[in-house]
């Protein structure tokens, strides 16, 4: 039965009847099932009253959403408006045949995704057909059609178009979930690490802040000196486990109060060493950027740090770090010692530019203090470092004070 005289047809006929009844065969095999229902066909077609009459057979069948378009010209605009799940597109036309349409849309497509174009034609010889499988068609009608047919096929297009919906749906919620997965285990390797800086920390500084302020300072310097989020990131986590290597010098020599001697001293350098055989070999970029730091943060533009590095032979984690705690130090109370201002802390930066710091590090240093937000570290920061779970405090949090 042809399309149109179905549609013109008996469509009251008796459905008790054992006679062939095209209602049965459109509910049972051609009619859109619920899930399909709401997909969005465009028919373009210069024919009107083809597209017409294939609007009704669609409606009839189920399909809610269809549309036409008869000037193959506007089936852009038209198709960028309706966001079409199915393309039923003639190939003759004139002004711009079926190919052109076809070139014409596909900007408007999602990338990557499988949309269906049904190509109606009346003729369809090989090198016609190849071709318009090479711009995308998915199957074609030669004319006249069959109803049955018709529906069928195009049941068959929306049915797969739905299946790669649904991957794709099923594919961004465990893209989603791997990444929630992945920023879980960043954030626990943090928060081990930030527990493990603090245990170095502990017998020198009984607010466990020093090593976060460290973290902080030089990852606003880091980010004056134009280095990348992901630098960044890391260098806020990283830089704090600086003086990790704490943990294996003696309360003896760590706390004394009068000046150590120089034997003592050698073994308060060796805290670069230790610090970075306790970080050695790490799997993770964040473990081996806090290797290098521990290594490098004593060492000194001229030459005469610990292990005599100058110059950008010294990685850069390690000179920025190097400012970073210097500053810190200088400005905090220590039994031993009373902070140092602000105005005077940062003229001995200025002082040291060029001899114990990197120019550009000491540059990107002021930058920060010019900004306001050196002074925004420690209002960000809890009393005590030492209870309870502390959210990491992010260099984008420190604003100068108003
Ligand atoms: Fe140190």
Redesign the pocket.
């Known amino acids: 039965m042809q399309w149109k005289e179905f549609l013109e047809g008996p469509w009251t006929l008796d459905r008790a009847s054992d006679a062939w009844n095209p209602w049965e065969m459109m509910t049972t095999l051609g009619a859109a099932t619920e899930s399909l229902k709401d997909f969005r066909i465009l028919i373009v077609d210069d024919e009107e009253s083809n597209a017409e009459a294939l609007c009704k057979l669609l409606h009839r069948a189920g399909y809610r959403d269809v549309e036409f378009e008869k000037d193959p010209r506007e089936a852009s605009k038209r198709f960028a408006e309706f966001r079409p799940d199915l393309l039923v597109l003639d190939l003759h036309m004139p002004h711009l045949d079926g190919f052109g349409v076809m070139d014409a849309v596909r900007p408007h497509r999602g990338e990557g995704e499988y949309f269906p174009i049904l190509v109606l034609t009346g003729d369809l010889d090989d090198d016609i057909r190849t071709r318009a499988l090479a711009e995308g068609a998915k199957d074609f009608l030669t004319k006249p059609f069959e109803a049955s047919e018709v529906l069928l096929r195009i049941k068959t297009l929306l049915e797969t178009r739905s299946l790669h919906l649904e991957l794709q749906k099923q594919n961004r919620k465990l893209e989603v979930r791997v990444m929630d997965r992945t920023r879980a285990l960043y954030d626990a390797q943090t928060e081990i690490l930030f527990r493990l800086a603090l245990a170095a920390e502990y017998r020198d500084d009984v607010t466990g802040q020093h090593a976060e302020r460290v973290g902080i300072l030089s990852a606003l310097i880091a980010g004056e000196l134009g280095l990348s989020e992901d630098a960044i990131a890391l260098i806020r986590r990283a830089a704090p486990l600086?003086?990790v290597?704490?943990i294996g010098i003696p309360d003896s020599i760590l706390m004394k109060r009068s000046a150590l001697t120089p034997s003592e001293f050698e073994v308060v350098r060796s805290?670069?060493d230790i610090?970075a055989k306790i970080l050695s070999g790490g799997s993770f970029e964040l473990l081996r950027m806090a290797e290098v730091i521990a290594r490098t943060?004593?060492e000194r533009w001229d030459g005469g740090g610990y292990k005599g590095m100058a110059g950008e032979d010294i990685p850069l984690v390690g000179r920025i770090v190097a400012v970073a705690?210097v500053y810190d130090v200088i400005t905090s109370d220590r039994p031993y010692k009373q902070a140092m201002s602000r105005e005077k802390a940062v003229a001995r930066i200025q002082q040291d530019e060029g001899a114990h710091f990197d120019p550009a590090v000491v540059a990107s240093f002021l930058s920060v203090v010019e900004s306001g937000r050196l002074d925004g570290i420690r209002r960000v920061m809890p009393a005590t470092m030492f209870s309870g779970r502390h959210e990491l405090v992010t260099p984008q949090q420190i604003v100068a004070p108003s």
Request: aromatic content about 0%.
């Open positions: 600086h003086d290597g704490k805290h670069v610090g943060h004593h705690d």
